[in-house]
């Protein structure tokens, strides 16, 4: 049985993790409440350029701007996946899962691929299992702004319409709520536009200036903004799965100074029990 | 029938209403727009948008975006819009004065130039809506 300092020694370095986790389960709780106000305060405008895409579908043609042009893709193609993660850990199987999402969808598709990271994560997962890495970002911070997803919105569609993908897709891990987190894959370019369900025919619409420079200004926009959706969504499920990660770690820290303090006062019992009978023992000897 | 407005940034829901009119600055000059008009949309410019409503007036400072008309509904994409009423004056003076001096200090690459002018267009345009709200007064026209 390990001594009584020994014991007292665990307890206390159970009861420095319990305090470390719990602080840390408060602030992500904190952040999460922040997390999820901007990603449902940046919905809005998403829903907006959808309903302005879907407006325009009726009018639109594959061949009316680039990054509408879809390019066949049972001929060998080039595919790049933007992967959203976070830059810190100990956020529970969230970042795992992510990337063994990312790693099944590169298994089943075969083919010249490469990805773009968006978190430290990401980027040493793909670098450790050797798949080409084309891009790189972190540091967006607890509240990731929209100018910070831009660079990375400019070079998945700059390189696109040069034609260096012709096909981007971003996975990240949707937000459903404090408890699900789940990983999807969306497809980012070409751009789809989803049918007109409000009714009001697109060939109506007058353009200002003209459809052409109309475009040019919307697409990219609207790419810009599904990264953003994108980045606020993997920010929100990052700080809840921290949160309800380090809960669980708080509770076990809890039930293991329990535990400890039970065998501690076993073992002090023991060494009392002890002493008194070798006290007797001594005493009748005399 | 009234005008059913909506102003969103990517960071947010500005303002959400119906309004009697609506004046806009688009890439080609103002558009002013009443209920019924022609499904439109358009570019938008900088500058001041400026929303009529039972006699008062309000005005954003919208900065870029797009511009979706339905006839019962005015949809404003904006980069950012910010209040007229919630500028700052003299922290738009400062953005300013920072702005034309980074512009000031000499080389830049491409995109930082980009930047740095859309920063100073924006600062300028805060400033003049401030100025023009604190000569009229608030909500004084009718």
Do not use: C
């Not at chain 2, 727009?33 to 439109?40: D, E, G, K, Q, V």
């Amino acid at each position: 049985m390990p001594s009584q300092r020994e014991i007292r020694r665990r307890i206390g370095s159970a009861k420095n993790i319990k305090q470390i986790t719990r602080a840390m389960q408060f602030v992500a709780a904190s952040k999460l409440r922040r997390a999820q106000e901007s990603t449902l305060a940046a919905r809005p405008y998403r829903e907006k350029l959808d309903e302005v895409i879907a407006d325009l579908a009726a009018v639109l043609g594959a061949d009316d701007h680039p990054l509408l042009s879809s390019r066949p893709l049972d001929q060998p193609h080039n595919r790049l996946i933007v992967i959203i993660t976070s830059d810190r850990g100990l956020a529970g199987a969230l970042n795992t899962n992510t990337i063994r999402f990312v790693a099944r969808e590169i298994a089943d598709h075969p083919g010249d691929l490469k990805t773009a990271t968006v978190g430290r994560k990401g980027r040493d997962a793909m670098r450790r299992s050797r798949v080409p890495i084309a891009a790189h970002f972190e540091g967006f911070g607890d509240k990731p702004a929209f100018a910070d997803t831009l660079p990375l919105a400019r070079l998945v569609t700059d390189d696109f319409v040069a034609g260096i993908y012709d096909r981007v897709d971003v996975v990240y891990s949707r937000f459903v709520s404090t408890l699900v987190q789940r990983p999807v894959i969306e497809q980012l370019l070409p751009v789809q536009p989803t049918e007109d369900t409000v009714g009001i025919p697109g060939n109506q619409f007058l353009f200002e200036p003209n459809p052409a420079l109309f475009l040019e200004a919307l697409l990219p926009r609207y790419v810009a903004t599904r990264i953003f959706q994108a980045v606020l969504e993997a920010k929100a499920s990052e700080e809840s799965s921290r949160m309800v990660a380090m809960k669980n770690a708080t509770e076990n820290a809890q039930e293991l100074i329990d535990d400890l303090t039970l065998s501690y006062n076993k073992v002090r019992q023991a060494n009392i029990t002890r002493e008194m009978v070798e006290i007797a023992s001594g005493a009748q000897a005399r | 029938m009234p005008l059913h407005l909506e102003i969103v940034t990517p960071e947010r829901l500005a303002y959400s209403d119906d309004v009697d009119m609506v004046l806009v600055p688009g890439v080609d000059g103002e558009l002013g727009i009443l209920p019924h008009h022609t499904p439109l949309v358009s570019l938008l410019g900088v500058g001041e948008l400026r929303i009529r409503k039972d006699g008062d007036e309000e005005s954003f400072a919208i900065v870029g975006g797009f511009l979706q008309v339905r006839p019962d509904k005015v949809v404003v994409m904006a980069e950012t819009a910010s209040l007229a009423s919630e500028i700052d004056l003299e922290k738009a003076q400062a953005a300013r004065h920072e702005a034309e001096r980074t512009l000031a200090s000499g080389f830049h690459e491409g995109a930082d130039l980009a930047a740095a002018r859309a920063t100073l267009q924006q600062a300028l345009l805060h400033v003049r809506v401030a100025e023009r709200r604190h000569r009229e007064g608030p909500r004084s026209r009718g």
